[in-house]
């Protein structure tokens, strides 16, 4: 059985940071790209970031320049979301989401969120 645990959600102020983590578990064969997306309240979940085994990188034109994805290299099972410069409108529910083999098939998971709280 496959799990992502996000972790590093809270209340912050707006210029502040934050450091999303998420761990990916169980009968893991590969994992190929890793990302991360937010849901606000009454919008649909969006792309924040992602990256692939590569170390290639992809954001949303809203946070270039303000966060950064990476990948525990170590690892490899771990991904993380440094968020700088935090605006109340990245105020969300993020979710973290790996593409992954297990057990010979490749299935995308998600994990459970992660709220995030930026005040003004």
């Known amino acids: 059985q496959v799990q992502l645990v996000e972790s590093g959600g809270g209340l912050v102020q707006a210029g502040g940071s934050l450091r999303l983590s998420c761990a990916a578990s169980?009968?893991?064969?590969?994992?190929?790209?890793m990302g991360w997306h937010r849901q606000a309240p009454g919008k649909q979940r969006e792309l924040v970031a992602a990256?692939?085994?590569?170390?290639?990188?992809?954001y949303a034109d809203s946070v270039k320049g303000r966060f950064t994805i990476s990948r525990d290299n170590a690892k490899n099972t771990v991904v993380y979301l440094q968020m700088n410069s935090l605006k109340p409108e990245d105020t969300a529910v993020y979710y973290c989401?790996?593409?992954?083999?297990?057990?010979?098939?490749?299935?995308?998971?998600w994990g459970q969120g992660t709220q995030v709280t930026v005040s003004s």
């Open positions: 989401n790996a593409d992954l083999r297990t057990r010979g098939n490749w299935r995308n998971y």
């Open positions: 169980g009968s893991i064969d590969r994992i190929n790209a």
């Open positions: 990256i692939t085994s590569g170390g290639n990188t992809n």
